[in-house]
């Protein structure tokens, strides 16, 4: 009689996941950063016929109440996907989560990882446009960014936007578990500029072949960044991305350059490469 269950079991997996189609462990995670451009990212990969992603952000190795539901739960929020196919899922909380590259590297010491960054000074300034926007919605009371920022004057480190820029402190923590050429960097910088030379790259480390083509990219000039045509049908990004920030005095904007250029150096230092940071000519729009 067990026999005949686990034979009718069987006919029930083949009936409802034909052409070997199931839920699989993710071989690819987006690991941050939050504000980075994690959304415009999977989106993009999506576009390729080999890729399949998790609809919403997992906080299976960062939130313990997930975490403690253990890997059946985690595959079961995890798509359908044929043999062959890449599953992608993004959360990007954790990155700077210090005890996730441990459980990471426990489920799957090969799993490929992308991490995309942008400006240090941009990512705080767009993290704090998100909370100013939810508050605002919410009619709750918000504090100007000044006040958030400073400290009798100096940088405040309790803000957890500006720790979350300090980018070289948590990739040292994932490169204990993780070598370098497991993690690959997306410019999110460029990505918003020019998407396509930025994909061609996530293509390439994740062994896929070459299938996203610049034509599944134009710019939107109403909404003032690259929306997506796949098949002939055009989707933008929501209206949350991409929102104006609050404007931003010469003066702050200027110590928030100057803090970060030590975090930055040694950041290029860690993965020996550089980015364009740390030019105050690229953000004029924050400037009184």
């Known amino acids: ?23 699989r462990l993710p071989q690819t995670i987006i690991i941050g950063v939050r504000k980075g451009g994690t959304r415009a990212l999977i989106e993009m990969l999506s576009l390729h016929g080999d890729v399949v992603a998790a609809r919403n952000e997992v906080h299976f190795f960062d939130w313990e109440s997930n975490f403690e539901r253990g890997l059946s739960w985690y595959v079961s929020q995890m798509p359908l996907s044929l043999p062959g196919q890449l599953t992608v899922e993004k959360t990007p909380a954790y990155f700077t989560c210090s005890q996730v590259p441990q459980r990471l590297h426990r489920m799957d010491p090969n799993v490929k990882l992308l991490l995309i960054l942008r400006d240090p000074t941009e990512r705080v300034l767009s993290d704090y446009t998100q909370v100013f926007y939810n508050r605002l919605q919410k009619h709750k009371q918000y504090h100007p960014i000044e006040s958030v920022l400073l400290k009798d004057g100096e940088m405040n480190l309790d803000y957890k936007a500006l720790n979350r820029s300090l980018y070289y402190l948590h990739m040292q923590n994932w490169l204990q ?10 410019d999110g910088d460029r990505l918003i500029e020019d ?15 070459p299938q996203i083509n610049a034509s599944n990219f134009y710019f939107n000039k ?49 993965v020996g490469r550089t980015f364009n940071w740390n030019d105050t000519t690229r953000f004029q729009k924050y400037h009184q």
Do not use: W
Request: glycine content about 6%.
């Open 177 to 186: 578990y993780f070598p370098l050429g497991h993690i690959h960097i997306v």
């Open 222 to 270: 109403t909404k003032g960044f690259y929306c997506l045509r796949d098949h002939g049908r055009e989707r933008c990004l929501h209206s949350s991305k991409g929102r104006a920030h609050p404007e931003v005095s010469r003066p702050l904007l200027d110590q928030l350059y100057s803090f970060f250029h030590e975090p930055n150096r040694k950041f290029f230092q860690l």
């Open 195 to 209: 998407p396509f030379p930025e994909m061609k790259k996530v293509e390439k480390f994740l062994g896929l072949s």
């Open 1 to 23: 009689s067990r026999n005949l269950l686990l034979l009718l079991l069987l006919l029930l997996l083949l009936l409802l996941c034909p052409n070997g189609t199931r839920q």
